[in-house]
């Protein structure tokens, strides 16, 4: 009976070794290049990426050049804006000079022009301080991504950390930064929760001529109660099934779920997987996550696909499965070979604390619309 249990814990043991090199067995891109009939979309958080000026009733004081905290009035807005030893000392020794800001732009660019040799055609970005360091992005470093639409609706963060979208695509309509309705259980909670992030909704014009829109959200991170990321779920689920089962949208971004939240809470299953798929659950079945915090990987960057771009739908384009994957490439990027790496100020080195997500999707063939409708 000994043996038998030694046996059984040493085949788990093999299994479980084995589950962690399929984990990271996948080193290189790839996916065959993306066809003329093919979409591309990434989601990534970029990871504090703010210019080097100050914006007005922002506590964006870390992401300041040195030269401009030896001002009094800034050195007493770091010492009065932030609650904690470590942040002071963050906010007033960071050089967040020009320089910095360009090589990490640089590395950036790296790792979002290995896709498809010059970029996804959708960018759903988190964590970006306002429209204008993407435009200095865009124009410094993604001249031949040719992005034509740069999307950013400054929201109540007080960080100064919003969600944006770049694209070769036009957009329809005009972009919305949608609020979510928080239902706080006490003061403090909604004192905190009015300032969180709302879901940037933008409507793009695809090649073939058809709306397709994309909802850019950064749910409150794990620091928060987890009834925080419960409303924000459901406030995406309905946002989503109010455009319709007929209609083409992608929600994304950084959702802040942990792999053991949702073993609990079931928030993408149970909530977000009610109308619609979830990436991880559908695809990149090899991929471990986006996100590893102490040695544990989580998907805490999803997409969700509405009913209209799954196999069975009515969109004039689908989602492809066999596409989803972890953008996990770049030597700019890689702690250790396998965890992402995040910007190290003092060696200008490293990108971003999450990998990218990215999906493709197909355009289907007019016989398959016709007997669709």
Known sequence: MKNL?????????????????????????????????EISVMTFNVENLFDTTHDVDRNDYTYLPLSEKQKPEVRQACEKNNNSAYRRSECL?????????SKKLKN???????????????LMLIEVENENVLKIWNKNHLQSANYQSVVLLEGPDKRGIDVGLMSRFPVVGKPVLHKI????????????????????????????????????????SQANPTYWRKQASEFVAKLMKEKGADKMVLAGGDLNITHEEEE?????????GKNGAVSHFVGCKECPGTHNYRRSWSFLDAQIYSPALLAEG???YQMLPQTIDVIRYSDVHLRKGKYPKRWDYDKMEGVADHFPLYVRLKQRDAAQNLKKK
């Not at 909704?201 to 994309?214: M, Q, R, S």
């Not at 609990?264 to 977000?272: A, G, M, S, T, V």
Request: proline share 7%; with cysteine; glycine share 4%.
């Open 5 to 37: 249990l030694r046996n059984l814990l040493l085949a788990a043991l093999v299994l479980s070794l084995s589950a962690c090199a399929i984990s990271f067995k996948k080193k290189h891109w790839s996916l065959p290049p993306k066809a003329d009939d």
């Open 93 to 101: 020794s960071t050089d967040w000079s020009e320089e910095q800001l």
């Open 108 to 122: 950036l660019t790296e790792v979002v022009l290995k896709v498809d040799g010059n970029g996804p055609d959708v």
């Open 181 to 220: 309705p928080w239902k706080p259980e006490n003061d403090e909670d909604k004192k905190w929760m009015e300032q969180s992030r709302g879901v940037l909704e933008v409507t793009l014009k695809a090649p073939n001529g058809d709306p397709i829109t994309f909802l850019v959200a950064h749910f409150p």
């Open 264 to 272: 609990k809470q079931r928030y993408f299953r149970d909530i977000l």
């Open 314 to 316: 009515s969109g004039s």
